[in-house]
């Protein structure tokens, strides 16, 4: 199993389509030959020396300073990470130096994910197979699961890799989530968790949505049903047929789910919200087979999918199971045939297989012994189209079919090592041996496996019309090949130079292999029989030997020579498979004698080899590759803040040298696409660069072939903000009032309301919006009169929870809302009653977290998670100042909870926070931005999927204006969060905010939504609605006018 090179999270791959927005940064996987230029360690020691400088600073614990650092620690680690995963090794040569690493962490920079560190880290392995169908490139992923984090493991070349579920110990350096090992072992007890491939398999096919990324119209329930187990072409029908019954699938389809946040090509993440979805409603430990139908950005690819190889232990409600897992993205559901053949390809990565490939040994049909055959590119890899594991329906070959049980290595597959005949009959059915395996010659571990391939059945009836022609042949050879790959030859390589499409060697004909003593010829006895007849010929004796039969040359070239030992009188000739390599003398002669021969240079990143034929005798001369090597120009470009389109020239030293190409900024660097179908060898560039809306200029980065080209862009300004908050017309809505609260219910798409007060009227009604009307609701159970409570969307549980408020006295109680009915929750321990505080459902940890409020004692700065069944308060080493009225949202793009601003009171006085804390899960961290917006309370934060970022709005500030008498102001306004900064929006209209209201996320019309309440005092502004408009990407405006009905 060979270890991938780069991240699932950064690929996109050039194809024959322009790409859709970077939503990931790209990259290609790897080629053979393909490596990491010098100059990109040299650019990580520069960036050392430069942290080193400013450490020698006059005053490096300065705020500005300690940014810069951490800014290049920052850039230090991005480029460093992909050292490590396009190498699979540490980067040597690019440490910090032990005084700046102890400089750098008395400044508290040296975090985990900046600064790297040693060690050794044990878990379970799972392993991915990435699919991308269309750009027809895959690879394989490594996962180690601890209990509490997951970690990427980057295997150095000519390791062995683990199996899925084995338990390892994994020593190497460590840099974030990153670990680039050196070595593994595996741990006590060795047994890997097994799912059986024959008999039944329990599959649960997961339908999934994002807020703002919904699955295709066309994928239903029906059609997955019919899909996995309907009775036309389907993953049940194919297991069975091509199993000779041996096993089937059954299961049931769930779904669709709308997940708690956008996973952009977070397949993990993905699977681990989907099972916080289904919560205890569904008891997946039922099941052995995991498959989640998801919108394609959640995969990073531009089609196909991902598939883990064999089962691992996966953590749910009820408890750990062993499962496999299927990603099957919606891009690649076109026809039931296209569907069914994506969902069967996955089907054999979760038993065990990898791909089916052809290989590709030049203008021969098969090497020597030991000769790996062309890289497994994007022709190659999925290269056999008659296996599923490559392309199409066709049954899978063999040499899978025994690895997985389904045919028994002795009674239904033919062995020859000496001279024989055998008959096959159709591979598909009927009795006899399924296959022929013949050694190659003897004393070594390579065989050819040939199958009778019929049109009988549902799917090899769809295979072309040249399977039938001849015997199938697939090659192993024990000195390279791993066990789960096929390896498919062809017999016609000068006329079949693409895909194998004409891969048979034919009825009628025979082959002789020119590097061993195997000799085959088929023949067609009838309509669906093939005779094999072999020969395994004595050892030549004229002439009788060679002196040396190998060779090996560097890609300088050379020359060589050997002494050929022939009896008196034995007349030979000799010649060369290859024009690299000519015969300068001994071309021909009589009894012994000398050969030479020269070797030109190799201006190719592949190895090569060929073949001095001397009678019957052969010697094999190989050459290596150069090192591939790439340039661009120009090195940079720059654009004004209305953004454009720019290009630029990648030239190679080699032909056939494959590089990969991304970005670091793929929010606007964008659509970047290849001149050429797939980047091998010299081709241009093309980006877009989108509008800068900032008043802060930008640099980023286009890494190709491991260099990089540098993107400017000037800062913008407010003229370039598309922003609009449309105000919806309202009829019949809840009476007014402030203090309300409001949350999404995404299971039936409506946003719940609940009480509020005017005076001293307090409210214990619940309503819900639909999108188009107010609904009241009459729910059996109430959490009565109330103002000042919190409530949030716990997606955990799919309930919406509140907490607190104040009526008569500070509530303690928590409740939940089903979408029909609130229930009341006994908890053995509770934060203390408060008011104004605030929620948020952290999907990382699967918890609502809640901070601060308003006690009879003051304000507040505890910190406290609730699990579904009982509430914690959590000791955290550091923590906001107390506070209330702040504003707390999950910012799902960094995965962390954002708190900002607030109130407090200070020796009697009103005081008023602008400060940014984020949390990771376990700790506050104050983070320190450039710009933020002014103090205040009252305001709201919600995350907005398709911007990426925390929208802020609103609250009211407040300045002294003499005694205890403070002159307040209400802030009209919009702000962004980027995980860095605070950035001020400009829309060309702004709600008219008030005292109280709500902000939440409308995941139907990809827009936010806020409801505005009154005044403190005031009953007469009436109840709003405005929506975030937020340009041509989301729905145009519209007018809703809404009516109220009772339920």
């Known amino acids: 199993m060979r270890a991938r090179r780069?991240?699932?999270?950064?690929?996109?791959?050039?194809?024959?389509?322009?790409?859709?927005?970077?939503?990931?940064?790209?990259?290609?996987?790897?080629?053979?030959g393909e490596s990491l230029p010098e100059h990109t360690r040299r650019q990580i020691r520069t960036i050392n020396q430069e942290i080193q400088s400013k450490l020698q600073g006059s005053m490096p614990g300065r705020s500005s300073a300690k940014r810069e650092i951490q800014a290049l620690l920052a850039q230090r680690a991005h480029l460093l990470k992909e050292v490590i995963r396009c190498s699979g090794e540490w980067a040597t040569g690019t440490?910090?130096?032990?005084?700046?690493?102890?400089?750098?962490?008395?400044?508290?920079?040296?975090?985990?994910?900046?600064?790297?560190?040693?060690?050794?880290?044990?878990?379970?392995?799972?392993?991915?197979?990435?699919?991308?169908?269309?750009?027809?490139?895959?690879?394989?992923?490594?996962y180690l699961h601890q209990n509490e984090r997951t970690l990427e493991l980057s295997l150095p070349p000519g390791?062995?890799?683990?199996?899925?579920?084995?338990?390892?110990?994994?020593?190497?350096?460590?840099?974030?989530?990153?670990?680039a090992a050196a070595e593994w072992q595996l741990q006590q007890p060795a047994d890997v968790p097994v799912c059986t491939t024959t008999g039944e398999q329990k599959i649960a096919v997961l339908l999934v949505s994002f807020p703002s990324k919904r699955l295709l119209s066309s994928v239903t329930p029906q059609?997955?049903?019919?899909?996995?187990?309907?009775?036309?072409?389907?993953?049940?029908?194919?297991?069975?047929?091509?199993?000779?019954?041996?096993?089937?699938?059954?299961?049931q389809v769930f779904g669709p789910l709308v997940l708690d946040g956008d996973y952009l090509g977070q397949p993990l993440a993905v699977r681990d919200a989907a099972v916080r979805a289904l919560g205890f409603t569904v008891d997946l430990r039922a099941f052995t087979r995991i498959v989640l139908v998801v919108p394609q950005a959640a995969t990073g690819l531009l089609s196909g999918g991902l598939g883990s190889v064999g089962c691992s232990e996966i953590p749910l409600p009820t408890g750990p199971s062993v499962a496999s897992t299927s990603w099957l993205g919606d891009a690649s559901m076109g026809s039931p045939a296209d569907v069914a053949a994506a969902a069967i390809h996955e089907m054999g990565h979760n038993l065990g297989l990898l791909h089916a490939r052809a290989a590709d040994f030049g203008n021969e049909t098969l090497g020597p012994l030991g000769q790996r055959p062309a890289p497994w590119d994007q022709v190659h890899d999925y290269g056999d189209v008659f296996s599923n594991m490559g392309r199409g329906l066709g049954h899978w070959a063999a040499p899978h079919k025994v690895q997985l049980g389904w045919l028994d290595g002795q009674t239904d597959i033919a062995t020859l090592e000496t001279n024989g005949s055998v008959t096959l009959g159709a591979?598909?059915?009927?009795?006899?041996?399924?296959a022929l395996r013949l050694r190659r010659g003897s004393g070594n571990d390579a065989w050819l496996w040939l199958e009778n391939r019929q049109p009988v059945g549902a799917y090899d009836a769809t295979l072309p019309n040249s399977a039938f022609a001849g015997a199938l042949v697939h090659y192993e050879d024990g000195g390279w090949q791993d066990q789960s790959h096929t390896n498919l030859l062809r017999f016609n390589a000068a006329e079949d130079t693409g895909f194998f499409s004409q891969a048979p060697l034919a009825a009628g004909s025979s082959w002789t292999d020119p590097y061993s003593n195997l000799g085959i010829s088929v023949k067609r006895l009838s309509e669906d029989r093939l005779q094999i007849d072999t020969t395994f010929a004595?050892?030549?004796?004229?002439?009788?030997?060679?002196?040396?039969?190998?060779?090996?040359?560097?890609p300088e070239g050379g020359t060589g020579s050997m002494n050929i030992t022939a009896p008196a009188g034995c007349s030979w000739s000799a010649t060369s498979s290859a024009s690299w390599v000519k015969i300068e003398s001994g071309s021909s002669g009589t009894g012994n004698a000398k050969l030479t021969f020269s070797v030109s240079a190799n201006g190719l990143v592949s190895d090569r080899w060929a073949r001095i034929q001397v009678g019957a005798l052969t010697a094999v001369v190989t050459q290596a590759g150069i090192a591939g090597q790439a340039s661009i120009s120009p090195l940079s470009q720059a654009f004004p803040a209305t953004g454009g389109v720019g290009q630029f020239s990648v030239a190679t030293n080699a032909p056939d040298f494959g590089w990969g190409y991304g970005t670091d900024s793929p929010s606007w660097i964008q659509s970047i696409v290849s001149s050429k179908a797939f980047t091998v060898g010299p081709a241009t560039l093309r980006y877009i660069v989108a509008p800068n809306t900032t008043?802060?200029?930008?640099?980023?980065?286009?890494?190709?072939?491991?260099?990089?080209?540098?993107?400017?862009?000037a800062a913008g300004g407010p003229t370039a903000c598309p922003f609009v908050w449309r105000q919806i017309e309202l009829q019949d809505a809840p009476l007014p009032r402030h203090s309300m609260d409001v949350a999404s219910f995404p299971p039936k798409g409506e946003f719940v309301f609940y009480g509020g007060a005017v005076d001293l009227t307090h409210f214990d009604d619940t309503w819900v919006w639909d999108g188009s009307q107010w609904i009241r609701k009459s729910p059996s159970h109430s959490p009565g009169e109330r103002a000042g409570h919190a409530m949030v969307y716990d997606a955990g549980r799919e309930k919406v929870l509140l907490f607190g408020g104040y009526a008569d006295e500070y509530s303690e109680e928590t409740w939940t809302w089903d979408g029909s009915d609130w229930s009341k929750v006994s908890t053995t321990s509770r934060p203390s009653g408060r008011t104004r505080t605030a929620m948020v459902y952290d999907p990382a940890s699967g918890k609502v977290v809640l901070f601060g409020g308003s006690s009879p004692n003051g304000a507040m700065g505890d910190t406290w998670e609730w699990d579904g069944v009982d509430w914690k308060k959590i000791a955290t080493p550091s923590a906001p100042p107390a506070r209330y009225d702040h504003a707390m949202a999950y910012d799902a793009a960094r995965r962390a909870v954002v708190l900002f601003g607030g109130s407090t009171d200070l020796l009697g006085h009103p005081a008023w926070f602008s400060d940014t804390w984020?949390?990771?899960?376990?700790?506050?961290?104050?983070?320190?931005?450039?710009?933020?917006?002014?103090?205040?309370?009252?305001?709201?934060?919600?995350?907005?999927?398709?911007?990426?970022?925390?929208?802020l709005i609103g609250g009211r500030g407040g300045k002294n204006v003499q005694g205890n008498t403070y002159e307040y102001d209400f802030f009209e306004e919009t702000w962004s969060w980027d995980g860095a900064n605070w950035v001020q929006l400009f829309p060309n209209k702004s709600p008219e905010l008030s005292y109280s209201y709500g902000l939440a996320y409308d995941p139907i019309h990809a827009q936010l939504i806020t409801f505005i309440g009154d005044d403190l005092h005031c009953a007469d502004r009436g109840l709003k609605i405005y929506v975030l408009e937020t340009g041509s990407d989301f729905r145009s405006s519209r007018e809703v006018r809404a009516s109220t009905r009772n339920r």
């Open 6 to 32: 780069l991240p699932l999270s950064s690929l996109v791959v050039a194809a024959f389509v322009l790409l859709t927005q970077g939503i990931l940064a790209s990259a290609a996987p790897d080629f053979t």
């Open 95 to 142: 440490e910090l130096s032990r005084q700046a690493r102890a400089s750098v962490q008395g400044l508290g920079l040296g975090t985990a994910d900046l600064l790297e560190y040693s060690g050794e880290w044990e878990g379970n392995i799972e392993v991915l197979a990435v699919d991308d169908f269309l750009a027809g490139t895959s690879w394989i992923v490594y």
């Open 159 to 179: 390791v062995t890799s683990p199996f899925g579920g084995q338990k390892v110990k994994v020593a190497g350096v460590r840099l974030d989530n990153l670990v």
């Open 223 to 251: 059609m997955m049903q019919d899909t996995f187990f309907g009775p036309g072409v389907s993953v049940d029908g194919y297991l069975r047929e091509s199993s000779f019954n041996k096993t089937r699938a059954t299961g």
């Open 427 to 434: 591979y598909e059915a009927g009795s006899g041996p399924k």
């Open 538 to 554: 004595p050892a030549p004796t004229c002439p009788g030997s060679l002196s040396t039969s190998t060779f090996s040359f560097a």
């Open 695 to 713: 008043s802060v200029p930008r640099t980023g980065t286009i890494t190709a072939a491991g260099l990089n080209f540098t993107v400017n862009q």
């Open 918 to 951: 984020l949390w990771d899960g376990s700790r506050w961290r104050l983070c320190e931005t450039p710009t933020a917006p002014a103090p205040r309370e009252g305001h709201r934060m919600e995350y907005h999927p398709g911007l990426g970022k925390v929208i």
